[in-house]
Structures are given as structure tokens and as C-alpha cells.
């Protein structure tokens, strides 16, 4: 459906509106309020991601597809995920995602360099175009 951007919650121990970047789970709001999740759903929007290729990447990666490596957590801190994209899934059938670029920040737009961070859009998106059933 998209990619989670946060959750808001009332916080049990202070009481307090609560914004964060992950859900810290099993939060029960008091008066069993609501925890509410917010999710970018737009088919088009785009997102950086880090490949986890540890070698140099190809301009003909670009407009190729591939699916998330597995991720090994995140952190709480900044709410920042290590999902990354799964450099040896790259082909050009239908994949989780599609590259659209090689990412507009000069520090992290190397393709010399290990995990290079590339512009990608959801290609299997619910209100996609690849995605069976709709």
C-alpha cells in the first residue's frame, strides 16, 4: 500500500501527544485510545533507498526493478529503517521497486561507491499499474 512515515498516540505515561518515525509497539493509549498510523500511498511518489551493493553500481541500473534486502532493524532514535535495496534481486520484470535515478545528494550519488543511494518508486503498488488484481 505505501511505505510507513509515522504513528501518533496519546502516551500512557505522560499523557502527552506523541509523535514518532516507527511505532516503539505495544503502546496501549489511555481510555484505549486510538494509535494511528500514517502511510505515504501516492502509486507515484518517490523515496531514496541505500543499495546493499558493497561494489560499484551501473547508470544501467536505472529503470531496472528489485525487491528489499532483509532488514536487520532500526533505530529508535532517529526512526531511520535498514531496509535496503536488494542489489542481486536487479532485473527488468516487476519487482518491489523501481529505480528512477541515482539519488540528487552529492554525498550519496556515487555509483563508484558501495551502497549508492537511488531514487525508487513502488513498482508492485496496490493502486499501481503492476500489481495483479486491480
Same mark, same amino acid.
Given at each position: 500500500?505505501?511505505?510507513?512515515?509515522?504513528?501518533?498516540?496519546?502516551?500512557?505515561?505522560?499523557?502527552?501527544?506523541?509523535?514518532?518515525?516507527?511505532?516503539?509497539?505495544?503502546?496501549?493509549?489511555?481510555?484505549?485510545? @486510538?494509535?494511528? *498510523?500514517?502511510?505515504?500511498?501516492?502509486?507515484?511518489?518517490?523515496?531514496?533507498?541505500? !543499495? %546493499?551493493? +558493497? &561494489? #560499484?553500481?551501473?547508470?544501467?541500473?536505472?529503470?531496472?526493478?528489485?525487491?528489499?534486502?532483509?532488514?536487520?532493524?532500526?533505530?529508535?532514535?532517529?526512526?531511520?529503517?535498514?531496509?535496503?535495496?536488494?542489489?542481486?534481486?536487479?532485473? @527488468?520484470?516487476? *519487482?518491489?521497486?523501481?529505480?528512477?535515478?541515482?539519488?540528487?545528494?552529492?554525498?550519496? !550519488? %556515487?555509483? +563508484? &561507491? #558501495?551502497?549508492?543511494?537511488?531514487?525508487?518508486?513502488?513498482?508492485?503498488?496496490?493502486?499501481?499499474?503492476?500489481?495483479?488484481?486491480?
Amino acid at each position: 500500500m505505501g511505505a510507513f512515515w509515522g504513528t501518533f498516540y496519546i502516551d500512557p505515561t505522560t499523557l502527552k501527544p506523541t509523535f514518532k518515525n516507527y511505532y516503539p509497539g505495544g503502546i496501549t493509549p489511555p481510555s484505549s485510545g @486510538a494509535v494511528e *498510523a500514517f502511510v505515504y500511498d501516492n502509486p507515484q511518489q518517490l523515496f531514496e533507498i541505500q !543499495s %546493499d551493493n +558493497t &561494489a #560499484a553500481s551501473a547508470q544501467t541500473d536505472v529503470f531496472m526493478c528489485a525487491d528489499l534486502s532483509t532488514p536487520t532493524g532500526g533505530s529508535t532514535t532517529n526512526g531511520v529503517s535498514s531496509m535496503e535495496l536488494a542489489d542481486a534481486t536487479l532485473s @527488468a520484470t516487476a *519487482a518491489v521497486l523501481k529505480i528512477i535515478g541515482v539519488s540528487r545528494d552529492p554525498a550519496n !550519488s %556515487d555509483l +563508484t &561507491a #558501495a551502497n549508492v543511494n537511488w531514487r525508487v518508486m513502488i513498482d508492485q503498488h496496490l493502486f499501481g499499474h503492476n500489481y495483479d488484481g486491480i
